[in-house]
């Protein structure tokens, strides 16, 4: 299993609590989590990714492992230690203002 947390407006979205868990199979990559959430959670479908596009929301980061991984291809493989479930995979609402 998976741990994802996720911000404070998609956790309201999708009314569960801050670490949710998903099951992948196949390689770990960042769709592979994105569907897997969307297919647990159908409310969340549009608000982390664009429905057309599949590309992740300007506002919206990913991390995993201190590191972030925005702007990774979606497909390349997470961390050994997010998909061991040691490590979450991190969905932050960015913030900005001017």
Request: glycine share 6%; with cysteine.
């Amino acid at each position: 299993m998976i741990k994802v947390i996720l911000p404070h407006h998609l956790r309201t979205l999708a009314n569960t609590t801050r670490e949710v868990q998903v099951e992948v199979s196949g390689p770990v990559t960042q769709r592979s989590i994105l569907d897997a959430l969307e297919a647990r959670y159908p409310a969340l479908c549009g608000a982390i990714r664009d429905h057309t596009t599949q590309q992740r929301r300007p506002l919206v980061r990913f991390f995993a492992c201190e590191d972030d991984l925005s702007h990774e291809s979606p497909d390349t493989p997470l961390p050994d230690a997010v998909a061991s479930g040691a490590e979450p995979f991190f969905i932050i609402g960015a913030i900005a203002g001017g």
